[in-house]
T-cell receptor
């Protein structure tokens, strides 16, 4: 089992460019999450999904969109990147809302 | 909204010293509690979790944590740290009964263990 995988691992964008981050999990989990990690801020939830075809906003959703067309994939989109979106992005999945989350390796995004 | 407070942002210890990292949360109802660890350059991994039962829970690599409901605390402990324990540690809490709450993380504690 690969667990949770994320692509790409690194990306540099110019302000205003768009991109999509892909998260895939092979554990048949219903719940999937996107977080951003910034120094001294811990992990903050951007969006999450409780099942295929569903999405919901987290703590810091502005400037991001998500889609969950297939149960195993959860996409995070930036339509017009801003320097404030420079961060490390982690995807996670879990069997249920209250259970342990499994994390991917992260994507380091720099917006110049 | 619930909040999670980790008291120390940075901790420096020598090998073999004992470790205690503080974690307090704000929600007064039923909670599930977690400690995650992030080794340099890696993703978060679960150290231990508490759902119910014995308030003293044991995790991987010799770590343990004690849930004290009256103090809203879930402190992480290890009797003797090793250089390989150098990492960032995150406490996380979720309301156990609400169908809509999500996991809330503390800001993390960076532990540096000197050999």
């Amino acid at each position: 089992n690969a667990g949770v995988t994320q692509t790409p691992k690194f990306r540099v964008l110019k302000t205003g460019q768009s991109m999509t981050l892909l998260c895939a999990q092979d554990m048949n989990h219903e719940y999937m999450y996107w977080y951003r990690q910034d120094p001294g801020m811990g992990l903050r939830l951007i969006h999450y999904s409780v099942g295929e075809g569903t999405t919901a906003k987290g703590e810091v959703p502005d400037g991001y969109n998500v889609s969950r067309l297939k149960k195993q994939n959860f996409l995070l989109g930036l339509e017009s990147a801003a320097p404030s979106q420079t961060s490390v992005y982690f995807c996670a999945s879990s069997y249920d809302r209250i259970y342990e989350q499994y994390f991917g390796p992260g994507t380091r995004l720099t917006v110049t | 909204a619930q909040s999670v407070s980790q008291h120390n942002h940075h901790v420096i210890l020598s090998e073999a010293a004992s470790l205690e990292l503080g974690c307090n949360y704000s929600y007064g109802g039923t909670v599930n509690l977690f400690w995650y660890v992030q080794y340099p350059g890696q993703h978060l991994q679960l150290l231990l979790k508490y759902f119910s039962g014995d308030p003293l829970v044991k995790g991987i690599k010799g770590f343990e944590a004690e849930f004290i409901k009256s103090k809203f605390s879930f402190n992480l402990r290890k009797p003797s740290v090793q250089w390989s324990d150098t990492a960032e540690y995150f406490c996380a809490v979720i309301e156990g009964l609400s169908g809509y709450s999500t996991l809330t993380f503390g800001k993390g504690t960076m532990l540096l263990v000197s050999p």
